[in-house]
C-alpha cells in the first residue's frame, strides 16, 4: 500500500480539498475517518467533507482535559452536522494517571503524560483503518511544513490524508465565515490553538500562534504529527545548554 500511494500523492497535489475528500472516500470508504482536535481547520475540514460524505467517520482524541468549551463544541458539531464524534480516551483515567504517575505529570514530563493520553488512544484507533484524514496546514508548524495531500504515515503505517495542507490561516478563517461554521469561542479570546486545559493558555500580543501551547517547554507538538526530535525539554534547561531552537 506504501508504494501504491507514490504516484497518487504526486497527483494529489494538484487536487482541491473536495477533490481530496472525494478520492478519500471513494478509495477507502468505510476504512478511513477523520482525525479532529476541534480546532478551526478541522471544522473547515469537517464543513466539507460532510457535504461530500453524508456518513463520514469522525474521531477526537479526549484527554479528559478539554476545556468546557471544547466539550460543548462537539456537543454542537454533532447536532449541526448530524455525525456522531468518537472519543477516542486514555486506557488510564485522570485519577488513575495521577496514582501511577503523580498529580501532574503534564507539567514534569509531558511528553509521557500525551503518550498516554493522546498517542497510544490514536495508535489503536488508527489501527482499525486504512487511511486517516487530517485538518493540518503546512504553514502551522516547522514540523508540518512538508505535509503531502496523501502521503504515507510511517508512524501509524496507514495512509495520511491532508486535504488543507495547502490552505493559508486566512483562507481558513474566510470559509468560516462565508459558510457560518461553528467553532471554539476561545479562538476570539487569543487561544489560536487549544488543548488541554493543563498545557493551553492564551498568547500575547506578538507572540507566535502555538505560544500557548506546552507554555515553558521546548515541545510545540503532542506527537501526532511531529517527526522525532520534539523535546520537551524544560526551555530554562535547553538555555543553560545553548540549546534553544
Ligand atoms: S496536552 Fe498536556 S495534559 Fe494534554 S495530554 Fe499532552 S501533556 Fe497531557
Given at each position: 500500500m506504501?508504494?501504491?500511494?507514490e504516484?497518487?500523492?504526486l497527483?494529489?497535489?494538484?487536487?482541491?480539498?473536495?477533490q481530496?475528500?472525494?478520492?478519500?472516500?471513494?478509495?477507502?470508504?468505510?476504512?478511513?475517518?477523520?482525525?479532529?482536535?476541534?480546532?478551526?481547520?478541522?471544522?473547515?475540514?469537517?464543513d466539507?467533507?460532510?457535504r461530500?460524505h453524508?456518513?463520514?467517520?469522525?474521531?477526537?482524541?479526549?484527554?479528559e482535559?478539554?476545556?468546557?468549551?471544547?466539550?460543548?463544541?462537539?456537543?454542537?458539531v454533532?447536532?449541526?452536522?448530524g455525525v456522531?464524534?468518537?472519543?477516542?480516551l486514555?486506557?488510564l483515567?485522570?485519577?488513575?494517571?495521577k496514582?501511577?504517575?503523580?498529580?501532574?505529570?503534564?507539567?514534569?514530563n509531558?511528553?509521557?503524560?500525551?503518550?498516554l493520553?493522546?498517542?497510544?488512544p490514536?495508535?489503536?484507533?488508527?489501527?482499525?483503518?486504512?487511511a486517516?484524514i487530517?485538518?493540518?496546514?503546512?504553514?502551522?508548524?516547522?514540523?508540518?511544513?512538508?505535509?503531502?495531500?496523501?502521503?504515507?504515515?510511517?508512524?501509524?503505517?496507514?495512509?495520511?490524508?491532508?486535504?488543507?495542507?495547502?490552505?493559508?490561516?486566512?483562507?481558513?478563517?474566510s470559509?468560516?465565515?462565508?459558510?457560518d461554521?461553528?467553532?471554539?469561542?476561545?479562538?476570539?479570546?487569543?487561544?489560536?490553538?487549544?488543548?488541554c486545559?493543563?498545557?493551553t493558555?492564551?498568547?500575547?500580543?506578538?507572540?507566535?500562534?502555538?505560544a500557548?501551547?506546552?507554555?515553558?517547554f521546548?515541545?510545540?507538538?503532542?506527537?501526532?504529527?511531529?517527526a522525532?526530535?520534539?523535546?520537551?525539554?524544560?526551555?530554562?534547561q535547553?538555555a543553560?545548554?545553548?540549546?534553544?531552537?
Amino acid at each position: 500500500m506504501k508504494t501504491d500511494i507514490e504516484h497518487i500523492s504526486l497527483a494529489a497535489e494538484r487536487w482541491n480539498a473536495e477533490q481530496v475528500l472525494s478520492w478519500a472516500f471513494s478509495t477507502y470508504g468505510d476504512r478511513v475517518a477523520i482525525a479532529t482536535g476541534m480546532g478551526a481547520e478541522g471544522m473547515v475540514l469537517l464543513d466539507i467533507a460532510s457535504r461530500i460524505h453524508p456518513g463520514l467517520k469522525v474521531f477526537t482524541g479526549d484527554t479528559e482535559f478539554l476545556f468546557p468549551e471544547t466539550y460543548d463544541l462537539i456537543d454542537r458539531v454533532e447536532e449541526r452536522y448530524g455525525v456522531k464524534i468518537e472519543r477516542i480516551l486514555s486506557q488510564l483515567s485522570p485519577e488513575e494517571q495521577k496514582r501511577e504517575f503523580g498529580p501532574e505529570l503534564w507539567a514534569t514530563n509531558p511528553d509521557r503524560c500525551c503518550e498516554l493520553r493522546k498517542i497510544e488512544p490514536l495508535r489503536r484507533k488508527l489501527a482499525t483503518l486504512d487511511a486517516w484524514i487530517t485538518a493540518i496546514r503546512r504553514g502551522q508548524t516547522p514540523q508540518r511544513a512538508s505535509a503531502k495531500k496523501v502521503e504515507w504515515d510511517p508512524k501509524f503505517n496507514l495512509v495520511k490524508i491532508n486535504p488543507l495542507a495547502d490552505w493559508r490561516h486566512q483562507t481558513v478563517w474566510s470559509y468560516i465565515v462565508k459558510h457560518d461554521v461553528p467553532y471554539n469561542p476561545l479562538h476570539d479570546r487569543n487561544y489560536p490553538s487549544i488543548g488541554c486545559t493543563n498545557c493551553t493558555r492564551a498568547v500575547l500580543p506578538g507572540e507566535d500562534a502555538r505560544a500557548g501551547r506546552w507554555s515553558g517547554f521546548r515541545k510545540t507538538e503532542c506527537g501526532l504529527h511531529a517527526a522525532a526530535g520534539n523535546t520537551a525539554a524544560p526551555l530554562v534547561q535547553l538555555a543553560a545548554v545553548g540549546a534553544e531552537e
